[in-house]
């Protein structure tokens, strides 16, 4: 085994060919840490807006008080103390903004961040819609409370709802670690950017992806493995700020593994579309399925009993059940 000395001698000039890997004036070689939002402080600030969607759902970890009034102000004024910090570092990530003095931008975060929660009510009028929609829709659902508690199609659209606000306010990077979040939480990615209307429902949720210019209307149900996307990406960054992810009208119903693409497909209201279908635009009131198809069995060969002969070209211990 090698000496003390030894060990301490490989670890300086592996620190050293470390640092000077740093210098090569890349992307990934920055350095300043603190140019960069926190993420763990946008994580912080997600679970504080919840308890304020929620007052009577979460647990209260921040702040005790026998007061509702006075817990309630505490946490908004943390909230907008802290969110108004990583809005002004982020508001370095555009152009416009790069030249901007600290106060200005500090002043520019805490005027966003009034606006953005002075759209709270409005935000919980839509998820108090949501809640009804995955209530109803779940036959699973005994109590609402076990929607918001349980759900967590109901935890990434409440996450969601917040970050589509500072979205709009044109608040960069946030939104998008706020929906991150709620990605690694559910397994549901929802760009911030998508637009989604009232009585909003993902039963399970799992491996949901709905893109940044993503139009749905209300009443809309999705199951897991749905994809509302773009229909290519190839363009990469020439594609910035094109509509390329579909429109899905009121009443629209899809199930799991189907595929929507594009930004001119237009989903018609009340449509179904089935499992595992992939589709451009369909007019309103489309029933949409794919055809059963044949499924292959293997029977092993030690049961007893008839079998079915084998077609031309198959092992005998295949047979078709149609």
Known sequence: ????KVINERIRMITDCILKDYECGRDIDKMDVFSQPDSEAVTDIV???LNILYPGYYRE????????????????????YNLSKQIA????FSGEN???????LQKLAESKVICFLGKIPKIREYLNTDMEAFFDGDPAAYHKEEVVLCYPGFLAISINRLAHELFLLQVPMIPRMMTEYAHSKTG??????????????MDHGTGIVIGETSIIG???????GVTIGALSTKGGQRLRGVRRHPTIEDDVTIYAGASILGGETVIGKGSVIGSNVFTSSV???TRMSVKTQELLVKQSDDIEGPREEAEPGQSDNWYYVI
């Open 1 to 4: 085994m090698p000496s003390e």
């Open 47 to 49: 679970k504080k807006l």
């Open 89 to 92: 570092i982020a508001l370095r």
């Open 188 to 201: 549901i990615d929802i760009h911030p950017g998508a637009t989604i209307g009232k009585y909003f429902f």
């Open 218 to 224: 209300e009443h809309v149900k999705i199951y897991q």
């Open 61 to 80: 970890r921040y702040y005790r008080s026998y007061n509702d009034n006075s817990r309630i102000s505490i946490l908004i004024e943390d909230v907008m």
């Open 283 to 285: 007019k309103p009131g």
């Open 98 to 104: 790069e030249d901007a003095s600290d106060d200005d």
